[in-house]
């Protein structure tokens, strides 16, 4: 794979598969099913401070190969029964391992980055709530290797112990914990196993909900315990999420709706919950200006990060 992935044509040679699978002689069954492209998906790595072997590498240029196949025949054949979900597999990893790699060719990274960016623009997109230089804030436990499950116990510590004295440095734990899982780890990953465990509950068996649905339904990751909303930490790893999370959502609402003008009022009629639901989540625990903060509240503080994202949705209506 690592000398096909060097080869000039390999493109067009994957794009004349792709055609000739789906002509009328075919039977229009891909040559590599999305099981298939997924349970290799599964076998790669994608920490970045891991130093590759060959085979590791050999692994990843069987996965770039095979996966810009099923892309190319997502676009050409998008209503087939048999095309991958693109939000499945960390693209953004990928298109960073074809750009930095000196033996992909440019024209195979390039040809990924556009199917990338045209099927899953928000992966690609660089509209992202501000976030901390993680490199900075992180300057201890660095030696020890980051895990998504060292981030979801944090999260479970945090809430536990919300009420205690211990809640904002044990929320700031959890929120330096995970930004740095997200830059190191692939960041579906990593936000799709956060929003479960923010959302899970002592009454309630763990959710188990994937990427694709979180994406397709958002609003799901606001049904989180009130105490994420009381630590400051975990509050802003909910916001983080859910930015992205929304991102995904305006292109899913628009490619499905029957006309433009309906998928914009969908997108609108969502971003009113979505408000609403955090006014609501926020008047007991933090103010949101500072009239509020100190005649009404007394002990409220102000959420800048609340404020700016709800900001945000209003000015991307109007």
């Not at 599964?42 to 590498?57: C, G, I, M, P, Y």
């Not at 436990?141 to 944090?154: E, G, L």
């Not at 909303?229 to 859910?242: E, F, T």
């Not at 609501?280 to 005649?295: H, L, Q, R, V, Y």
Request: with cysteine; glycine share 2%.
């Amino acid at each position: 794979c690592r000398k096909a992935i060097q080869e000039d044509g390999i493109v067009a040679l994957l794009e004349n598969l792709v055609k000739s699978t789906l002509s009328e002689d075919d039977t229009k069954i891909p040559l590599i099913l999305p099981l298939h492209v997924e349970a290799l998906a599964k076998k790669v790595s994608w920490r970045r401070s891991n130093a590759l072997d060959a085979e590791s590498e050999d692994v990843r240029c069987q996965l770039v190969l095979q996966l810009l196949y099923s892309l190319l025949f997502l676009e050409e054949n998008p209503f087939s029964p048999f095309v991958v979900d693109p939000r499945y597999f960390p693209l953004a990893e990928i298109c960073n391992f074809c750009e930095e790699s000196s033996f992909i060719n440019d024209i195979l990274a390039s040809r990924m980055h556009l199917l990338a960016s045209t099927q899953v623009p928000e992966v690609l997109s660089s509209n992202r709530l501000a976030e901390p230089d993680v490199d900075k804030m992180l300057s201890a436990n660095n030696d020890r290797k980051i895990s998504i499950s060292m981030v979801t116990n944090a999260i479970e510590t945090c809430k536990t112990n919300v009420a205690s004295e211990d809640a904002h440095a044990l929320g700031r734990r959890a929120e330096l914990l995970y930004l740095r899982a997200k830059a190191e780890l692939p960041a579906n990953d990593v936000d799709t196993a956060v929003a479960c465990a923010l959302i899970s509950s002592a009454k309630l068996p763990p959710r188990a909900y994937t990427h694709t649905l979180l994406c397709k339904d958002p609003i799901l990751i606001l049904k989180c315990h009130m105490s994420v909303w009381k630590c400051p930490g975990l509050r802003r790893i909910v916001l983080s999420i859910l930015q992205r999370l929304l991102d995904a959502n305006n292109f899913i609402t628009l490619q499905d709706a029957p006309t433009e003008e309906a998928g914009h009022q969908m997108l609108a009629a969502r971003d009113a919950v979505v408000a609403r639901c955090l006014l609501i989540s926020g008047c007991n625990n933090f103010a949101m200006d500072s009239e509020t903060t100190s005649k009404k509240i007394g002990t409220a503080t102000r959420c800048s990060t609340t404020i700016a994202f709800i900001r945000s949705l209003i000015a991307n209506r109007t």
